[in-house]
């Protein structure tokens, strides 16, 4: 059972998650959760977090609240940290399949562009469904132990959104409560630092809140942890220093805050690598936070329980629509016999999960597939239960090992890389490489295979060391934009013409290295009459 997805009753989300009207007997309607009695009962306020989790697992359907049935398109994080990337390219059926990921690749998006409203629309809605917890559950009567999880979660999550938002949009308005109508066209826009400044008081707020990941009973495994808001607390840092620092953050505050999360003692990477994006590897030791999801027999929008994901990356010749191709470049990364590259990629005649692959060059961009996000045909096609990956504790210990890297402790920095690399070195093969099986099978790497990086390196061949790693150790996991964009490195893989378009829509305030961004949906900025982001 996937924790943090519900099923959640159309009733229940309108009276909880609406501004209610006020009778003229002020009197709740019996029988009736409403906003002001959702948080009088611990079943109720526990569904109430979790229709925020719910949104941050929309991946496209119906828009939330539109009475005109308004469609929001396909949203997939690996669309940016992946598509936008070296990573992959477009897939799907031809090379003019879904004309909006080719403007997103190619820094051609208009303001109309289904992608980019989705995002927004979707980012918003569960800001609001977080405000409503965070400004109503202290004046609740449940447990106080519970209202101050909920809370802690509510202020982890609406972190979670806004992060999403400031990366790709910039500053935005930035709500503490619910708008009215009449307030919404009053909404100013923030500056970036000022957003970052709104998230890392959230995810402070969130990590004195919550509990740690051991403390959750099985069921509950999966909500937000006090690691987890530290952990991202650590990527919001790393990644303004880089970008726009106007909070004037430095590495030790990264190195510092990732090691408070190694030392609690509440993770460990998970011992065989190609077991990390598999069922057995859902909420494992080393997941620190994941998107649920689980499998059902509904197809597209909201309603689903799964995710649209799996579909959209899959073998078009299994059951799927082939998009998300990984590179050359990505496969050349990879040092030989590294067991990840396998894990990463599937190409031409692989067996995945017993399941022979063709790969019809016709529908597909590179010659690879992702491999992980292949999965066996679930009951609808169009809901994968895979969970989403979001923040690993690898990740905890390549972000301090570069913090150590900046801070002076290269000795510090080597011995963490190789933590990494020595997981990597003794995985198995992916599961199911024999025709019909599942199992996971030996590589047979011979000796020397990943050897241990020399404890004499430093300086810049050590951030370099640090960011190979980065890029075989999370391939495909939608990071690889965010790491390029925050190292300077992003506008030297553009060709010229689409570094040009680029530049054109770096955010004005001064940023460490060139930060593009997207643009606002233009119904929002011309609603909200909040300023338009360069160049659109």
Known sequence: MKPTRAALLGLLLITALSPGCQSFLDKEPLGTTTQDNLFKD?????????????????????????????????????????????????????????????????????????????LWTHSFTGIAR?????????????????????????????????????????????????LTPAEAPNATRATIAQTYA??????????????????????????????????????????????????????????DITNTVINSNQYSLLANYAAIHQDIGENSSESLFEIQF????????????????????NNRNTFGYGFNNPTQSLVDEFEPNDPRREVTVIKDNDIALGILN??????????????????????????GPQNIRKLRYADILLMKAEAAAQTGKPAEAVTLVNQVRRRARVSTRPPGTTLGSLTYEPTNAPAGTLPDLNMSLSGQALLTAIWHERRVEFGEESLRLWDLIRTGRYMGIL?????????SHVASEPSVNPTPLLPIPLNDAQSWKVPQNPGY
């Open 42 to 118: 611990a079943t109720n306020a526990v569904q109430a977090i979790n229709a925020v989790y719910d949104v941050a697992a929309w991946d496209q359907g119906p828009k939330w609240g539109d009475p005109n049935g308004q469609y929001v398109a396909q949203n997939f994080e690996w669309m940016f940290g992946d598509l936008m990337s070296d990573d992959s390219d477009k897939g799907g059926s031809s090379p003019s399949d879904f004309p909006s990921l080719i403007e997103l690749k190619t820094w051609n998006t208009p303001s109309s562009s289904p992608i980019v409203n989705s």
């Open 130 to 178: 977080a405000n409503t917890v965070i400004n109503s559950v202290d004046a609740g009567t449940i447990d106080d132990a519970l209202k101050s999880r909920l809370k802690g979660e509510a202020l982890f999550l609406r972190a979670y959104f806004y992060f999403n938002l400031v990366k790709l949009y910039g500053g935005v308005p930035l709500f503490e409560k619910t």
């Open 198 to 255: 709104f998230i890392e008081k959230d995810l402070k707020d969130a990590a004195a809140l919550l509990p740690e990941k051991s403390a959750y009973a099985a069921a509950d495994l999966g909500r937000a942890t006090k690691g987890a808001a530290n952990g991202y607390l650590a990527r919001v840092i790393m990644y303004q220093l880089g970008t726009v620092n106007g909070n004037n953050h430095t590495w030790q505050e990264v190195y």
């Open 294 to 313: 689980g499998s059902d027999n509904n197809g597209y929008g909201p309603i689903s329980v799964g995710t649209t994901s799996n579909i959209f990356q």
């Open 358 to 383: 063709r790969i019809d060059l016709t529908q597909n961009a590179t010659g690879y597939f992702n491999r992980k996000a292949a999965i066996l045909r679930p009951n609808a096609p169009e809901s």
């Open 495 to 503: 060709s010229p013409e689409v570094r040009a378009r680029a530049l």
